[in-house]
């Protein structure tokens, strides 16, 4: 069992950052693959960014040269940075991990609402 706890969201204008930390505990070396997905009203949940456990990463073109996923495996945590800020970024954003037998986990979820 992984269990996954995201922290940081909020309320920001247009132009702003935001850094998301989700905070992982459980069987953490069975993790393979982590991600940050986002879910905005009326819309399918959608792949923000992801990391492998050896820190490759992959971004979506919407969120490339803006947010910036990263590991810190000492403190057990992954978070997403997130700059200039746009209206469209608004959702609930989830973190996700896959474990090497292929269960998937997730997070309850963090609001994050950007204003114009």
């Known amino acids: 069992q992984v269990h996954l706890v995201e922290s940081g969201g909020g309320m920001v204008q247009t132009g702003g950052s935001l850094t998301l930390s989700c905070a992982l505990s459980g069987d953490i070396s069975s993790i393979n693959l982590m991600g940050w997905y986002r879910q905005a009203p009326g819309k399918q949940r959608e792949l923000v960014a992801g990391i492998l456990s050896d820190g490759t990463t992959n971004r979506q073109d919407s969120s490339k040269g803006r947010f910036t996923i990263s590991l810190d495996n000492a403190k057990n945590m992954v978070s997403l940075q997130m700059n200039s800020l746009k209206p469209e970024d608004t959702a609930v954003y989830y973190c996700?991990?896959?474990?090497?037998?292929?269960?998937?986990?997730w997070g309850q979820g963090t609001q994050v609402t950007v204003s114009s």
């Open positions: 996700n991990a896959i474990t090497d037998t292929l269960a998937s986990y």
